[in-house]
């Protein structure tokens, strides 16, 4: 049997919103600090904080793969499986950072490069004594520039030249319009020996 000068406590935990709770006789009583029961400011402080501060309970924890897309993790799976395949199939030993032409080519022997034209016949062997770094012997020494008493020696396969370059120059409203191609010579390599 309830008091209906005392509001139930089921119904001042679930109050609406304007602080006015039913009595059993219908009529609408203001629910106020004085009138409220210390329970129920406890429950309502409990779930006043339940709302404000995050559940950390592992059913509403946020779950890492839900915030990373999709597409990210694919491709994180694909590169995961790729490294060990990709690590069996590179040749071990030592490897050389070579120079020639201008540009800088990682060689290891046994690898096959197209270098820029050099001045060497077709089946005759060349050495290379621009060598920036040799390194995966278990030590790894870097020139200054040069690796002192460094070489790298290789075959000359044959000459060739590369696919046809475009180059096209443009001027916008003034009539101007060049067109060239290029096609660069090549010599392709093989490393025949690392020595340093």
Known sequence: MT???QPDLDASATAPADDSARSDDGDATEVTAETQPAAAKATKRTSAKKTDAPDETPETAIDAKATV???TRTRAKKASKAA???AAKLPGGPYAIIETGGKQYRVRVGD???????AADAGSDLTIDRVLLLGGDGSTRIGTPVVEGA???ARVDDHFRGEKLIIFKYKAKKRYRRRTGHRQDLTRLTITNIQG
């Open 69 to 71: 897309p999709a597409a």
């Open 151 to 153: 070489a790298v020696t």
């Open 112 to 118: 096959t490069v197209q270098v820029e034209r050099l």
């Open 3 to 5: 008091d209906p000068q």
């Open 84 to 86: 060990p395949d990709a």
